[in-house]
């Protein structure tokens, strides 16, 4: 089976005329061709702002080569002799989440394909699917050996039994799971699969200590796109940026459908600035950091009476999950949830609940903090505990 773009992508958007502006053809001159306001800003102090009246850069090529020149620098395929990663291979959204909702849009017709999610894993994509009016069908993850692992199996049993599914998101690392997705079951599911496309959601692919990024693949195989974002290990989340990789003909459609200055000339400036040297040493201290701070938040954490010591999910994000037992070492949610509230309203700690997600029973998901703030945690967690055992 050869795989074929026209027939994934909803035809209309396939053959999508992108939106073109007087300042694609000509940059420079007395700009009266967009209907800003050549007064600029209207703002009491414009210092530094004084641009900020005209229409943002619509195609940002400056930040899509340095993000695709860092991640072919930091690949895991190099000795695949893979094509590199180029502007080409980028579109960008605001944030993650509109990227999630553009693949869905390009691909799924409303009111009669799917997506595949599984479960436990991010709400955003049952959340654009509503939107979408898109179903959502759910093959959870593998939660009896606590791997969350993908069931490659299943998966590939249900996309054989329903055609309507276009899209099958993976989460790598896991959100809540922690666990990085066996990238080689991702390139299986790829290669097995072609009639949609494979999304791998890397939203905290910096925080990985068991495998890199699935990115370079996107070059090898055209049914296959990687979602980045500059909101966890770049500690950038107010800028709202996030990027598909992809082929180059299905960048090119994601790239022409989506709204033409939807990246502010702000966000922008942050991203790119984001891209020096100095800043990306910056990004991987700070993620040097939360990896140290999770082993030992994690020990301490686990090390309590009232704590399961075996590690839920994995250990490839900036976060961990942690399950709360009852007298009789059960998994307990009415203990997670009576933890959970304590933490927030009198130790001023808002971690968040996660006992209801699929294999998470008795679970609360922490995000790491700083030191700091890791040992208020830690502190506050034991002492309540410790309380309500009594
Ligand atoms: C797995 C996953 N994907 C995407 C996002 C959203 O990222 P962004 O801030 O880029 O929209 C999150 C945010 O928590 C996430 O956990």
């Known amino acids: 089976m050869t795989f074929d773009l026209s027939k994934i992508v909803r035809p209309r958007i396939f053959s999508l005329e992108p939106y073109r502006c007087a300042r694609d053809d000509f940059k420079e001159g007395i700009l009266l061709d967009a209907n800003e306001n050549p007064h600029g800003p209207t703002l009491k102090d414009t210092k530094g702002y004084s641009d900020l009246n005209r229409y943002p850069d619509p195609h940002q090529l400056g930040f899509k080569t340095k993000i695709a020149g860092l ?37 799924c017709v409303p009111g009669k394909e ?51 599914i276009k899209l099958v998101f993976i989460t790598s ?93 702000l966000t922008s400036e942050i991203a790119l600035r984001a891209m020096e040297p100095e800043s990306i040493e910056i990004m991987k201290n700070t993620v040097h950091e939360v990896i140290e701070q999770r082993g030992r938040v994690l020990k301490e954490l686990t090390s309590l009476d009232q704590v399961s010591n075996t590690q839920i999910g994995g250990l490839d994000a900036n976060f961990i999950m942690v399950q709360i037992l009852d007298s009789d070492s059960k998994p307990c949610n009415r203990l997670a949830k009576t933890l959970y509230s304590k933490l927030a309203t009198e130790s001023k700690v808002v971690t968040r609940f996660r006992g209801t997600e699929y294999g998470c029973v008795g679970c609360l998901r ?3 903090g700083t030191k700091d703030e890791n040992d208020h945690l830690v502190k506050e967690f034991t002492k309540i505990l410790e309380n309500l055992k009594n």
């Open 173 to 265: 690392p896991g959100n809540p799971t922690g666990a990085l997705v066996d990238p080689k079951k991702i390139e299986e599911l790829a290669s097995q699969w072609q009639s949609g496309i494979v999304v791998v959601d890397e939203a905290y692919i910096d925080f990985a200590v068991t495998g890199g990024s699935a990115a370079p693949l996107v070059n090898k195989f055209p049914n296959v796109a990687v979602l980045q974002t500059l909101s966890k290990s770049f500690g950038l989340a107010g800028v709202r940026l996030g990027l598909t990789f992809t082929s180059k003909q299905l960048s090119k459609v994601l790239n022409a459908m989506k709204a033409p200055y939807n990246i502010s000339s």
């Open 71 to 107: 991640r072919n620098a930091q690949s895991s395929f190099k000795n695949e002799n893979l094509d590199p990663l180029t502007s080409d291979n980028v579109c960008l959204g605001v944030g993650s989440d509109e990227s999630i909702d553009a693949l869905i849009r390009a691909c």
């Open 366 to 368: 922490i995000t790491i």
């Open 114 to 164: 799917k997506i595949l999610v599984m479960p436990p894993t991010y709400g955003m994509y049952s959340v654009c699917s509503d939107i979408n009016d898109v179903d959502l069908v759910k093959v959870p993850l593998v939660v009896e050996d606590n791997s969350f692992q993908m069931n490659l199996p299943l998966v590939l049993e249900t996309l054989k039994n329903d055609k309507s």
